[in-house]
């Protein structure tokens, strides 16, 4: 963290001179020059003066909060393939296992399938883009076509299959991340 650049930007938000916070805070403008370019530091004492005289306190100076990432791109794609179940994902949102869902593009070769996936808490959800699929949840077994979805709590064994004699695609969500 740079403390004296954040110092600075505080400052230059309040709309204040390094003569007018120094004044404020007792301090040198010379002091403060320094401490925005980080050629001294303050003691803790004087560090909360100085986040007193810029209307903050020393946990939200010190909390960096990381930019959430909202937009991602091709090149921000991870993908595995599967060549003996013929199919390939490409996880849409990197990292996604850590957030609530987790979103796929999922393709099947004809004669593909996924791993059999076992009960879990959670939902899943897809839509077909292309082709169709079959849905297996236990023992039952559901067709999908191009442009329809499907929505099942995940309390039984449960795979996709690619039902035709073309590539499946599909978008398919899972809450929490299960892939």
């Known amino acids: 963290m740079n403390i004296g650049a954040k110092i ?3 400052r230059l938000k309040n709309q204040l001179t390094q003569e007018e916070l120094a004044s404020r805070c007792e301090l040198s ?4 020059s320094q401490l925005e370019r980080n050629l001294t530091s303050p003691s803790i004492a004087t560090l909360l003066d100085i986040l007193e005289c810029l209307g903050t306190n020393i946990k939200d100076f010190f909390n960096e909060t990381v930019e959430e990432k909202i937009v991602f791109r091709k090149e921000d794609l991870f993908v595995t ?13 990197p990292n996604s ?12 070769e004809p004669g593909g399938a996924t791993e059999v996936d076992d009960p879990h808490d959670g939902e899943e959800f897809g839509y077909v883009l292309t082709g169709s699929i079959f849905i297996h949840l236990g023992k039952k077994k559901l067709k999908a076509k191009k442009h329809e979805s499907f929505y099942f709590k995940a309390s039984v064994n449960h795979y ?12 398919w969500i899972s809450t929490p ?3």
């Open 8 to 10: 600075k930007d505080l």
């Open 81 to 93: 393939e599967n060549d003996e179940l013929k199919y390939k994902i490409d996880w849409l949102v």
């Open 177 to 179: 991340p299960n892939f």
């Open 29 to 32: 403008k010379g002091f403060i």
């Open 160 to 171: 996709l299959s690619n039902a035709g004699k073309k590539p499946a695609s599909l978008l």
């Open 97 to 108: 296992q850590k957030n609530r869902m987790e979103p796929i593009l999922l393709t099947l």
